[in-house]
């Protein structure tokens, strides 16, 4: 008997996330210009900047950068995510983190599918921010049913897709003509519909509860949203969207500019206004509108501990007792500049004070540690035995994720809602835990360190 050999889930996922991007830039032609924009600036960036161009060779990111893209999604129910979270698995994408974004008046709930171990990030960080509708937060009883009536009808996965996730499940691979299938056929889930499976009155109805819920609930499936490249420089974006037609929103979304990127800051534009087709009580073509899909771009920079995390979430609450707006841009970047400071701004305090997280790596400086030289790390940083690098986030933020959501969504009053967030639920929506992403940094970091020790032959202290 012959063994198949099975295509690596990692291949899998870099092949389908060029599928995606392709698809988007096909349906999307601004992202297409949005790409073009952000390779100018990373060059650029890169040319000018040969310590952040030595940084990113030597943690790999440098060879992903072109290839870096996160996408998002919502869908109407547990079975869609349930599905979905089995649809990921095939490329090595894992449910990491719960966002809660009801307390910023979107009723969703959401996590991350990505690649956990740094070295399938290496090969392809393609990210998908996944939403579920929290239907309970519906008040209007009928429509609450109506809204679930009509996600019951709809299956958002080809059968081809179904099948190949089953067969995946089963041998423990897809073969390369199955994992070809599986990339063609997994894309029509995520692909645009003009054509929605209600009438215009209903669309409507769910509009006024909630733009997000007609969103999700109008239409085949859960279309990708925006697809958001990784830039090197966001300030430098920002000033150059409008000269390429694209008008962002007044505010970067994140910490402050820093010599040293923490987390994640994010930018982007407004949804697109669609031709859409509404069926009526007739069965007719209706001709409509729909805003769903806009554009993004984001930079990262060093995951933070649960220290740092707790620091950053503290600096920015006292931010944020002045919401940014289009008329404050500018003294609110200034006071977020100005409260940051508290944070440090070098690599070097950021790991002194164990804020951030950081891959270690061996210098190529030839004599051997000898027997009684240093076996502490910080003496061997010292001694250049040991050299380290930022570990880059991989995540997302919950506040900026809300304002995200809430500049898409037009200026409309913000919904309250008071109902407590749910991870329990969303877990059992999903059939699975989510991966705490803390626990993911910090096994990054423990491995650099253990090569370390292994390449240098002795214990570190
Ligand atoms: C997701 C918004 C969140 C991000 O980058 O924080 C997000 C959505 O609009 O569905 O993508
Ligand atoms: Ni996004």
């Known amino acids: 008997m012959t063994t198949q050999a099975f295509v690596d889930p990692d291949e899998i996922r870099a092949r389908f996330s060029r599928a995606m991007s392709d698809m988007y830039k096909a349906e999307v032609p601004l992202y297409g210009t949005l790409l073009e924009l952000v390779s100018d600036i990373n060059q650029r960036t890169l040319a000018n900047n040969p310590t952040l161009a030595e940084q990113l060779r030597q943690t790999g990111e440098i060879k992903r950068l072109d290839q870096e893209r996160h996408g998002a999604i919502r869908v109407g129910t547990a079975q869609e995510l349930a599905t979905l979270r089995r649809l990921f698995a095939v490329m090595g994408m894992y449910p990491v983190g719960y966002y809660d974004l009801s307390e910023a008046g979107v009723p969703v709930h959401s996590t991350a599918f990505r690649a956990v171990h740094e070295a399938s990030l290496q090969k392809s960080p393609f990210r998908v921010f996944t939403s579920l509708l929290r239907l309970e937060l519906i008040e209007d009883e009928a429509l609450k049913q109506k809204a ?3 996600l019951a009808q709809r299956i958002i996965f080809t059968s081809r897709a179904l099948e190949l996730i089953a067969r995946c499940e089963t041998k423990g691979g897809l073969s390369a003509s199955d994992a ?3 990339v063609r056929e997994a894309l029509e889930t995520f692909r645009w519909h003009g054509e929605a499976t209600v009438s215009a009155k209903v669309y409507q109805q769910l509009h006024d509860q909630h ?12 279309h990708i949203n925006h697809l958001t490249p990784r830039t090197l420089d966001i300030d430098a974006i920002q000033q150059g969207m409008p000269s390429r037609g694209i008008t962002p929103k007044a505010v970067i979304e994140g ?4 010599r040293c990127p923490v987390l994640l800051r994010q930018t982007s534009f ?22 769903a899909r806009f554009g993004e771009i984001e930079q990262r920079g060093v995951a933070l501990t649960p220290k740092g995390r707790a620091l950053y979430d503290k600096l920015l609450n006292i931010a944020r007792t002045q919401a940014p707006s289009e008329s404050n841009a500018q003294a609110y970047m200034q006071a977020l500049t100005d409260i940051f400071a508290e944070l440090p701004d070098s690599y070097e305090s950021l790991r002194k004070q164990g804020l951030a997280y950081f891959r270690y790596f061996v210098t190529d400086k030839d004599d051997a540690v000898t027997q009684d030289g240093p076996r502490d790390l910080d003496a061997l940083i010292q001694s250049d035995y040991i050299h380290y690098e930022p570990l880059v986030y991989e995540d997302f933020l919950p506040v900026s994720a809300a304002g995200i959501f809430q500049s898409n969504l037009g200026d409309q ?4 809602y008071t109902k407590a967030s749910s991870k329990d639920r969303f ?6 835990s989510v991966l705490d992403e803390l626990a993911l940094y910090a096994d990054t970091q423990a491995r650099s360190l253990k090569r370390c020790e292994e390449q240098l032959g002795i214990p570190l202290s």
Request: cysteine-free; aromatic content about 6%.
């Open 148 to 150: 679930a009536a009509i």
């Open 180 to 182: 070809d299938a599986f």
């Open 211 to 222: 733009r997000l819920i007609a969103d999700i609930v109008a239409f085949k499936g859960p």
């Open 255 to 258: 910490p402050p500019p820093r």
């Open 270 to 291: 407004k949804a697109l206004q669609e031709k859409v087709t509404f069926i009526d009580e007739q069965g007719n073509a209706v001709a409509g509108s729909h805003t």
């Open 413 to 416: 009053a913000q919904t309250l």
């Open 427 to 432: 877990e059992q929506a999903l059939g699975a």
